[in-house]
C-alpha cells in the first residue's frame, strides 16, 4: 500500500474532470493521456523508475467507451495492456454517472471506482490506495478469499461479503432485498443486477464509499448468480428436473460420510419402469419423455425435503432417502421410513393414468426397485449401489412391480 505522504502520479484518461481538483493536491503529479494508448506510453517512459511504483490510471467513461470502440479491445484488455508495461500500476474507472453501475465486466477488470461527487479526502484515500472502498490489487482486496471459497462451497456469499465491507469501512451495512423496503434514515444503494438485486444500507458511511462497495458487490452476487445457474444445469437432468447421474455419485459419498460420523442411516433405492422400451416403441418418444416426467414429480411428491431423487440412466432411477437431523419423534406423520415412502410411490404409479398412452384404468405402469439401507447392506457407496442393484434384479425376476428391500428399510430415518 502507498504511503499517505508519498508522491503518486496520477494518468488521467479521457475526460474525467478531475484535472483542476487533483492540480492543488499535494504529492500529486498529474498526466494526461488521451486514450488508452497514449496512457500505456506515458507507463513506458517512467516504467523502471521509482515513480513508476506508485502511479494510478483513471480511465474516464468516455475513454473506456473509445477504446472498446477504436481499438476493439475490452475493459480486461486495455487493463492487461497497462499492467504489461507497470505490473504495479492500480487502474480505476471513473463513474460519471451513480445510477450507470459498470458492468461485470468492469468490476472484474478494474482495480476500484472513483466519482467527481466524491469528498476530496476520500477521492484522495482511493487514488493513494488506502481507501477501503479500493482493493490493494486486482482480485486481491481484503477477504475476496472468503468471497471465493463461499462461491465454491455453493453457499450464500452475502453475509461473507457484509462482513468484509464492515472490516474494510469500519461501520456495519446491511443487505436489503429487492422486494423488503429498506429502512428510511439511512444511505442506501441499490445494487443493480441483470434483475436489481436489493440495497445496500450503511447508515454512517458516506455515499461515494457505499457506492463504491454496492459495485463490488454487485460483481460477486451476478458471479454468484451465474455459479447457481451453472452449478444446477450441470447437476439436473434437463428433462426430469431430478439430479444426473454425477450429483447422485457425488451426494452419496457425501451423504454416506456424514452419516457415518453422527451414527445415522441411510437408504438408497435403485428403481425403473417395468417394460418401459415397450411403451417408448408403442407410443414414441413423447409420450415416453411424459412418463418420465411424471414419474419424477411423483416420486418427489412423496419424498422429504433432505431426501434426493437422480435419474442416472434412460428409465433407471436412485432415490437417497437420508435425514441429517435424525429420526423424527415416534408416532411422526406422515410415515418416514424409506419403505413406506417407496410403497406409497409404487401405488401412486399403478393408479396414475397418462392421456399419450390412452390408459382408461390404472395397472398398466409398475416400476421394480431395490432398497438397502447403510451402514447394514454396505458401508461405501459402492457396496451399497450393488446391494441395492441386487436387491432390484430380484424384483424383476420375480415378477416386477416389486419392492425388494433390506431389513432395515422399514425404520424409521
Not at 484518461?13 to 486514450?35: H, I, K, M, S, W
Not at 487502474?91 to 454517472?97: C, G
Amino acid at each position: 500500500m502507498a504511503r499517505a505522504d508519498a508522491v503518486v502520479r496520477v494518468i488521467l484518461v479521457g475526460a474525467t474532470g478531475l484535472d483542476t481538483l487533483l492540480r492543488r493536491q499535494p504529492g500529486v503529479e498529474l498526466l494526461r493521456a488521451r486514450g488508452a494508448l497514449d496512457a500505456i506510453g506515458e507507463l513506458a517512459e517512467a516504467n523502471g523508475t521509482a515513480e513508476s511504483r506508485n502511479t494510478v490510471v483513471i480511465v474516464g467513461s468516455d475513454a473506456d467507451k473509445t477504446a472498446q470502440q477504436h481499438l476493439g479491445a475490452t475493459a480486461d484488455e486495455v487493463v492487461d495492456g497497462l499492467r504489461l508495461v507497470d505490473p504495479h500500476v492500480r487502474v480505476l474507472l471513473m463513474l460519471s454517472d451513480p445510477k450507470t453501475m459498470p458492468s461485470p465486466a468492469e468490476v472484474a477488470a478494474y482495480d476500484g471506482f472513483v466519482a467527481p461527487s466524491s469528498p476530496v479526502e476520500e477521492l484522495m484515500r482511493v487514488i493513494r490506495g488506502t481507501s477501503a472502498a479500493t482493493s490493494e490489487s486486482k482480485g486481491a482486496g481484503p477477504g475476496d478469499t472468503e468471497v471465493v471459497l463461499a462461491l465454491l462451497k455453493g453457499v450464500d456469499i452475502t453475509p461473507t461479503a457484509l462482513s468484509i465491507i464492515e472490516q474494510r469501512t469500519g461501520w456495519p451495512v446491511q443487505f436489503v432485498p429487492a422486494k423488503d423496503p429498506a429502512p428510511q434514515g439511512s444511505v442506501t444503494v441499490w445494487v443493480p443486477g441483470s434483475e436489481t438485486f436489493g440495497s445496500l444500507v450503511g447508515p454512517k458511511i458516506d455515499r461515494p464509499t457505499l457506492e463504491a462497495h454496492a459495485v463490488w458487490l454487485a460483481g460477486w452476487l451476478r458471479l454468484q448468480q451465474q455459479q447457481t445457474h451453472l452449478r444446477r444445469a450441470a447437476f439436473t437432468d434437463s428433462l426430469t428436473g431430478a439430479w444426473n447421474r454425477r450429483y447422485f455419485e457425488r451426494f452419496l459419498a457425501s451423504a454416506i460420510d456424514q452419516a457415518k460420523s453422527n451414527r445415522l442411516s441411510l437408504t438408497l433405492m435403485l428403481f425403473d419402469i417395468d417394460d418401459f422400451k415397450l411403451f417408448n416403441d408403442k407410443y414414441g418418444h413423447s409420450a415416453a419423455d411424459e412418463i418420465l416426467v411424471e414419474v419424477v414429480r411423483m416420486m418427489q411428491s412423496v419424498i422429504r425435503p433432505t431426501d434426493r431423487v437422480c435419474r442416472i440412466g434412460g428409465d433407471e432411477f436412485a432415490v437417497i432417502f437420508y435425514e441429517p437431523g435424525g429420526p423424527r419423534s415416534p408416532g411422526s406423520k406422515p410415515p418416514t421410513s424409506a419403505a413406506a415412502m417407496a410403497e406409497r410411490f409404487q401405488r401412486q404409479i399403478e393408479e396414475q393414468r397418462f392421456p399419450k398412452l390412452g390408459i382408461d384404468a390404472p395397472g398398466r405402469l409398475t416400476i421394480s426397485a431395490g432398497l438397502a439401507t447403510f451402514p447394514w447392506d454396505g458401508a461405501t457407496p459402492q457396496e451399497l449401489i450393488a446391494r441395492a442393484d441386487e436387491l432390484a434384479r430380484q424384483s424383476k425376476r420375480e415378477g416386477k412391480n416389486t419392492l425388494r428391500m433390506g431389513p432395515f428399510a422399514e425404520e424409521e430415518q
